[in-house]
């Protein structure tokens, strides 16, 4: 047996199939951000055989599809702690990044999501802004009813959706915080939003409102 299927086994298995699954993968990704807030599930075959370590499966997928040895990955300390830096290392080679300010990708459980998590994310620059960060939050559970009202391109009218797993706390504000996409367009951030084997996508330019 190789050294590269020990250390597999020991880290936690990745893709059954590697190429399909991320092929699979990344559609839904493309999916969920030409229609912000339409929930996606991820196909079974995408997720056979996967095993991460303290990581939803859909967000375990996403992160296996998007990173590389090319961009760096800021993984809240809470997502840390059951080997899921080892295990993204070996099956990415993502790079590590100090600050979320730097990173390409900001990963963080819905719970610790905070007004201020925006104020720590690249928005990008007048010459490159698809250099900006991405944020992906891993939540309880994702529904197509809620107090998110979302406006904007790939929206016909408006679209609901619920996110479940921020504080009650900091869950209004959190959204409220969130840069407006006329105010900087077209800098900002894209959101990747995880639950079990759903993901929905907010992309910077779509209008969020908060309804009672």
Request: glycine fraction near 8%.
């Amino acid at each position: 047996m190789s050294t590269a299927t020990l250390e597999a086994r020991e880290l936690g298995r990745g893709f059954a199939q590697a190429v399909p699954a991320a092929q699979q993968s990344f559609r839904a990704v493309l999916e969920a951000m030409s229609r912000p807030g339409r929930i996606q599930t991820l196909p079974e075959a995408v997720l056979l055989g996967l095993e991460p370590p303290g990581l939803s499966p859909a967000l375990t997928a996403l992160l296996l599809t998007l990173l590389d040895a090319e961009v760096s990955l800021w993984l809240h300390p809470q997502l840390a702690t059951q080997g899921a830096p080892a295990y993204l290392r070996f099956h990415t080679g993502v790079r590590w990044a100090e600050r979320p300010e730097v990173a390409d990708f900001v990963v963080l459980p819905a719970a610790a999501a905070r007004p201020g998590t925006w104020l720590q994310l690249n928005p990008g620059t007048d010459t490159r802004p698809e250099s900006a960060g991405t944020l992906l939050l891993d939540a309880q559970s994702l529904s197509d009813t809620g107090p998110l009202a979302l406006r904007g391109p790939g929206i016909e009218h408006e679209h609901q959706l619920g996110v479940a797993g921020l504080t009650p706390a900091n869950a209004a504000p959190f959204w409220q915080a969130r840069p407006r996409p006329e105010s900087n367009f077209p800098l900002g951030v894209d959101l990747l939003l995880c639950a079990g084997t759903q993901l929905a996508a907010l992309p910077r330019t779509t209008h969020l409102t908060l309804k009672d």
